[in-house]
């Protein structure tokens, strides 16, 4: 309930002569008797009186209880729009540089030119400097920007660093910062290595590509399976990763390159130097094999854009 509104009265200095049981005669009288000044306002103040009278005090503007109306700005400050900081670019930032990213809360790296990087993400596969993961994806025309080590995977860990999805969230290797056109991962071999359960690579590969998409939600995602010799020649554990990360991949609409039977198919098995991993013939051979896969799936780059072919 609102307080009740005080009244106020404006009293003017009248003599007293002037009040009371006078007749209108006796005020004529007093108003011949009285200085010439007086007798010209008498006239104004009656009628200030009479519009003003004793009316309540006007109440403060105020939005009733329960009302969602607007209450005037206290200031003319509160009228002006919050000054937001622009988002920083990788145009003027250092290259090379750290950039805390606040949607994220993780150090992002400033490239030369993001907008024609391709991300890998992988193990000793793609380590190499001329490893076929990396012929391969560069032979679209893409630069490369290569994260991971070797001995890791989706579930694997190699004591120096986390698997692809922890050592991200924890800064073990850092991601570049802006928009890559593509983002590829590769791997699963350590996973099998180390035994992982087809629930255990899963979970880390949905939580990988989820923070992925969500950090760069303009980029396109592709995977890689796992190298291995094919069901019927020995592949194992590695091929049925890579058939279980082609289904993940199909679930979340991304290219997929299935690797699971490629020692056989392309008759690498000579070319590899100790049973896992690849000669240099072997990586050029399979670096080849990649590129012919990816052109198929369309992601080649573009030069003059941001987004790989689609």
């Not at 009278?53 to 002006?80: E, F, H, R, W, Y």
């Not at 303009?218 to 020995?234: C, K």
């Not at 008759?267 to 100790?274: N, S, V, W």
Request: some cysteine; glycine content about 10%; proline content about 8%.
């Amino acid at each position: 309930m609102l307080p009740k509104r005080k009244s106020r009265c404006w009293i003017f200095p009248v003599p007293w002569t002037m009040i009371g049981s006078r007749t209108s005669a006796t005020w004529r009288t007093k108003m011949r008797q009285a200085p010439a000044a007086f007798r010209m306002l008498a006239p104004l103040i009656a009628a200030g009186v009479l519009l003003a009278g004793c009316g309540p005090s006007p109440a403060p503007i105020t939005a009733p209880l329960g009302s969602n109306a607007p209450v005037p700005a206290q200031t003319a400050a509160a009228d002006k729009p919050l000054r937001v900081a622009p988002a920083p670019s990788s145009l003027n930032l250092p290259v090379g540089s750290l950039y805390k990213n606040p949607a994220n809360n993780r150090s992002e790296l400033v490239l030369a030119d993001v907008r024609h990087t391709a991300v890998l993400i992988g193990d000793s596969q793609s380590m190499p400097k001329d490893s076929w993961p990396q012929q391969g994806i560069a032979a679209m025309g893409y630069k490369l920007h290569v994260v991971g080590m070797g001995g890791t995977g989706y579930v694997a860990s190699n004591g120096k660093t986390g698997n692809y999805v922890d050592a991200l969230q924890r800064g073990d290797w850092v991601l570049p910062f802006g928009d890559p056109p593509l983002i590829v991962i590769q791997g699963g071999g350590n996973d099998a290595t180390q035994r992982a359960t087809d629930a255990q690579i899963t979970s880390n590969a949905e939580r990988l590509l989820a923070a992925l998409k969500k950090s760069y939600p303009g980029s396109t995602l592709a995977m890689i399976g796992t190298l291995a010799r094919g069901v019927s020649n020995g592949g194992g554990r590695r091929t049925e990763i890579d058939a279980l990360l082609g289904r993940i991949a199909a679930k979340h609409a991304i290219p997929f390159v299935s690797a699971g039977d490629w020692l056989t198919r392309y008759d690498a098995i000579g070319d590899l130097q100790d049973g896992v991993h690849l000669k240099p013939s072997g990586h050029a051979k399979l670096g080849a094999a990649l590129a012919r896969e990816l052109t198929a799936l369309g992601l080649t780059a573009r030069p003059d854009t941001a987004e790989p072919a689609k």
